[in-house]
Nanobody
Framework: VQLQASGGGMVEPGGSLRLSCVAS????????LGWHRQAPGNQRSLVAV???????NYVDSVKGRFTISRDNAGNMVYLQMNDLKPEDTAVYYC?????????WGQGTQVTVSS
């Protein structure tokens, strides 16, 4: 299984970014795809997840601002981030669950600063 994330960058408060992750190598399809983030000095934590049936779950701090989605083939997962805040600054990681095993992509830096 391989995960390749992209789309990070620097943006001013109130701006938007869209993260993408290409997921491959899970023969029967990914059970869940999601995004976690880790800010300096903090543990990695869940941002959003989408399961194979389309159900989504978000951490409270991003509800109403972030939207997770996946393509019909189930191999791409996106995180649309709107109204970004400085506290959203972190390295964002794509995470996938394939047949009970967890896989991580490389991180992509998101910096929100004026």
């Amino acid at each position: 299984v391989q995960l390749q994330a992209s789309g990070g960058g620097m943006v001013e408060p109130g701006g938007s970014l869209r993260l993408s992750c290409v997921a491959s190598g899970c023969v029967f399809g990914f059970d869940t795809l999601g995004w976690h983030r880790q800010a300096p000095g903090n543990q990695r934590s869940l941002v959003a997840v989408i399961i194979s049936g389309g159900t989504t779950n978000y951490v409270d701090s991003v509800k109403g601002r972030f939207t997770i989605s996946r393509d019909n083939a189930g191999n791409m997962v996106y995180l649309q981030m709107n109204d970004l805040k400085p506290e959203d600054t972190a390295v964002y990681y794509c995470k996938a669950n394939c047949r009970g095993r967890v896989f991580w992509g490389q991180g992509t830096q998101v910096t929100v600063s004026s």
